[in-house]
């Protein structure tokens, strides 16, 4: 079956840090992966994707890409910002269209200090 | 973007009574919703999935009679826990997704914590 695995939280950085959060997975056939960011008291809203590999998804200074070789799709940002403080969902799904279904890693919640 | 409001966002019930979580999109129809929920320091697990009209399908290991789904318009379904035990203290999320679309499409509630004492 399908499986996502990321790094356990919390990470915790200082403002302007590099960020990486580790996503592996398993899955079966050729998953289209995705990056979810959940704010505080809100749903977890669409980061990034990236469809099939070597794809680099890339949103609101975020990046991250599809490693085939090494199954993994790590999420980076080369300088965190306090605004950045969330938890973050790596996921993946092996359908497309109205038939998929999302399979989701347990978080990884950042927080960023002044 | 689309919105997706639950309602309530958290509730505390005694053992044995019946819970009702609403989910809402409010600014798009939604043909497809989907249930999870979480529970701490894991991932989120999808219960089932409802098409408006029609009846959900869940996922293995989830009780129907325990978790009703209704999905009764393209803006609402709702999430029963029926008869409800310690052991069913979770958070559960609800996502809606646009028609003909897929992931991309997909928009989450913020979530309903349940404690049932």
């Known amino acids: 079956g399908n499986s996502v695995t990321q790094m356990e939280g919390p990470v915790t950085l200082s403002e302007e840090a590099f960020l990486t959060i580790n996503c592996t997975y398993t899955?079966?056939?050729?998953?289209?992966l995705f990056w979810y960011v959940q704010y505080p008291g809100e749903g977890l809203q669409l980061l990034l994707k990236?469809?099939?590999?070597?794809d680099k998804g890339s949103n609101k200074g975020f990046e991250a890409t599809y490693r085939k070789e090494t199954t993994s799709f790590h999420l980076e940002k080369g300088s965190v910002q306090v605004s950045d403080s969330a938890v973050y969902f790596c996921?993946?799904?092996?359908?497309?269209?109205?038939?998929?279904?999302?399979?989701f890693g347990t978080g990884t919640r950042l927080q960023v200090t002044l | 973007g689309a919105v997706v409001s639950q309602h309530p966002s958290r509730v505390i019930c005694k053992s044995g009574t019946s819970v009702k979580i609403e989910c809402r999109s409010l600014?798009?129809?939604?043909?497809?919703m989907f249930w999870y929920r979480q529970f701490p320091k894991q991932s989120l697990m999808l219960m089932a999935t409802?098409?408006?009209?029609?009846?959900?399908?869940?996922e293995q290991g989830v009780e129907k009679d325990k978790f009703l789904i209704n999905h009764a318009s393209l803006t609402l379904s709702t999430l029963t826990v029926t008869s409800a035990h310690p052991e069913d203290s979770s958070f559960y999320i609800c996502?809606?997704?646009?028609?003909?679309?897929?992931?991309?499409?997909?928009?989450f509630g913020p979530g309903t914590r349940l404690l049932v004492l």
């Open positions: 996502s809606a997704r646009a028609p003909g679309g897929g992931p991309e499409t997909q928009y």
């Open positions: 899955a079966t056939g050729y998953p289209s």
């Open positions: 990236a469809t099939k590999a070597d």
């Open positions: 996921a993946l799904t092996t359908n497309t269209g109205t038939a998929s279904k999302l399979t």
């Open positions: 600014d798009f129809q939604a043909t497809t």
């Open positions: 409802s098409n408006e009209g029609s009846k959900a399908t869940y």
